[in-house]
């Protein structure tokens, strides 16, 4: 039985050099051109998060995670392959920061919560919840085109935040996230069926919305960056025919202040927050506070 990291609201293996003056703080501060481009477009490209050294740390858990993980049950969810279609695979697991300690530690890298923070407005940073996507080579599986923020209603208001980084070179071959620009604009859209058919988001979409996707971006990243996106902004990502692998992890996060909409576990295994009442405690610690 694995110990469960979440009853530890810092860094457990100090994979993270963690700033000890406000100079240090600012190395990791985005510009203000970034920040406008995150709002106009509703994502943020090419952060750099993670070096070769913790990326090696970070793959090696995946691994083990990914072909020694399926009867942990620490993990919120656990799929093996969420893919509704047989020719692929999307392996897809929710809950990771409980189980090593790499993958916990990564909430408190200084480059991810301080540019959350600012894509927040300058708001205190409180964790939702972590996922990994493994697209295996030759095979792997689409993700369709959605919000994010459309499977996550049962917490008010909108104020959260997406951070998808890359441990592989993510590129157009092996399945990145591309991006509608300026969705993040259009409101709340039904939700489509994650792993199913990439484009069954537009039986939901006016014709000029449609329109909006011959301006959609990919975004290729390089192992190591990361991309953040507002949970609204429309995204998704084919599939993997290249011979290589295309494995990433991801941060969700919210403004402190984020309350439960619901009566039901707001995750499998974590006790009820009721309608209402703050999001915090355990399983959602305050990241980051400001400095
Ligand atoms: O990894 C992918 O292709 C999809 C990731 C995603 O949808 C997300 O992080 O919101």
Known sequence: MH???????????????????????????????????????????????????????????????INNGR???LFYE????ESTDPKTILFHALGEWR???????????????IAASQLLGDKPVRFWHDQIFYKPAKQGGVVAWHQDYSYWTRT???????????????????????????SHKWGLLPKP?????????????????KKQFDNAQFAPLKAGEAIFHHSLTLHGSGENKSSRPRRAFVINAFADGVVSDS??????????????QKMEGQFFPLLFNGI
């Open 156 to 182: 008010k208001p909108i104020a959260h935040i997406t951070c998808w980084c890359a441990l592989d070179d993510a590129t157009e071959e092996n399945g990145c996230l591309q991006y509608i620009p300026g």
């Open 71 to 73: 009867d942990n049950s």
């Open 193 to 209: 069926v994650i792993a199913g058919d990439l484009h069954g988001i537009r039986e939901f979409l006016s014709e000029e919305q």
């Open 78 to 81: 656990y799929n093996s392959n």
């Open 263 to 276: 009566n039901e576990p707001l995750l499998a295994g974590v006790p009820v927050v009721p309608k209402g």
């Open 3 to 65: 110990e469960d990291l979440s009853k530890f609201h810092q860094q457990v293996a100090n994979l993270f050099p963690w700033p000890t003056t406000a100079k240090e703080w600012d190395q990791y501060r985005l510009t203000n051109d970034q920040v406008n481009f995150f709002n106009e477009n509703g994502y943020l490209p090419g952060i750099k998060m993670i070096n070769e050294n913790q990326l090696e740390i970070l793959r090696e858990e995946l691994f083990q995670l």
């Open 99 to 113: 189980i090593t300690k790499g993958l916990h530690d990564v909430l408190w890298n200084p480059a991810f919560i």
